[in-house]
């Protein structure tokens, strides 16, 4: 991880830093208590809120808990977002449980206008282009790798998560966390290699692992140049499209869960990454980051992609664009 992470851009540190540092990182209050002391699940304190307190030997003061529970739950009280991430982290992966199905485009849920193809990429290309606007003050943040180490992230564990948490069991955010640990744990599909990051460093080893540990690398993501709180609007093509030489890639989409999750994923199969300039109807200017995958020979037939698009596996490319808070990690070379 050394050389590449030294080597980044300073846009990397500041973007995740903001992730890491946003809403005062109250995670990283959590204090040590008793390494290796699990909760009692039948102490009838845990019942009334005293899980809290001490969770998987970690102690929170109350003011502690509560600001992160909020924070917590401004971020995943939203079901549009909710289903926006659900779009983004099924772009590669063999089941598409989490779209709607629909035969007609009206009735297609609005946060799934991110696709096209590589046909598109022309200047003068005018679409519909769904943006997730979401406040860093309230987004969930990653957690140092011991705080993230301690807390287990397994499906097996969530109805003591859920406890803990202070989600009902038939609560969209308990339905959220269970979807994302799911995905986590489902297998990749052929050629791809994945993995789910709870923490900064996590994430980084993946990376750097992924394109290789003698590897420079550095993060992109897509940048609003314009304050606005329009979500979907008509986009046009503002300039070609910029290509950017990436060998490799890994792509890193957020998940719904309680603390930051990066689903973080690379395939063997053709990935072509693109900078596009767009300007919306109403003004906004979007320098946007997408990804084409020329070969989606192995995606689930029921893609949401694909419903939208009108083609099938294996016959086009899709594209798509990456939303403010997901990541690609491309390598780069040394200059000298």
């Known amino acids: 991880m050394g050389s590449g992470f030294a080597s980044s851009s300073w846009s990397l540190f500041l973007h995740l830093l903001i992730i890491m540092s946003a809403h005062g990182s109250g995670a990283r209050e959590l204090t040590k208590k008793h390494p290796g002391e699990f909760i009692d699940h039948h102490d009838p304190a845990s019942k009334h809120g005293e899980l809290g307190k001490s969770m998987l030997g970690y ?99 969530l109805p003591h998560l859920l406890e803990f948490f202070s989600f009902s069991r038939d609560s969209p955010q308990a ?54 709180t329009t979500l979907l609007q008509n986009y046009t093509f503002l300039k070609t499209p910029e290509e950017i030489p990436a060998p490799m890639m890994v792509a890193c989409h957020t998940m719904p869960y309680p603390f930051a999750v990066f689903y973080c994923h690379s395939q063997e199969s053709e990935n072509k990454v693109f900078k596009v300039a767009l300007g919306g109807e109403n003004g906004d200017r979007v320098e946007a980051l997408a990804v084409c995958h020329m070969d989606t020979s192995q995606w689930s037939p029921d893609h949401a992609s694909f419903r939208l698009l009108g083609v099938q596996p294996g016959t086009s490319s899709v594209c798509h664009f990456f939303p403010a808070d997901n990541l690609v990690w491309v390598p780069t070379k040394l200059s000298i």
Do not use: W
């Open 175 to 228: 339905k959220a966390m269970e979807d994302t640990l799911r995905q986590c744990e489902n297998e990749p599909i052929k050629g791809e290699t994945k993995f789910c990051a709870t923490s900064l460093e996590s994430m980084l080893d993946f990376a750097s692992g992924t394109l290789g540990l003698d590897s420079n690398f550095r993060v992109l993501t897509t940048s609003h140049l314009t304050k606005s």
């Open 59 to 157: 102690h929170m003061d109350d003011d502690i808990h509560i600001r992160l529970r909020d924070s917590q739950h401004h971020a995943m009280d939203d079901p549009a977002e909710l289903d926006h991430d659900h779009v983004h982290q099924g772009t590669h992966r063999k089941h598409a449980h989490a779209y709607r199905p629909s035969s007609h485009m009206d009735h297609m849920d609005p946060s799934s206008m991110i696709f096209f193809t590589s046909k598109d990429l022309k200047v003068g290309k005018r679409m519909p282009v769904y943006f997730p606007k979401r406040d860093p003050s309230t987004s969930p943040h990653l957690l140092p790798r011991e705080e993230a180490e301690a807390v287990p992230f397994s499906s097996k564990e």
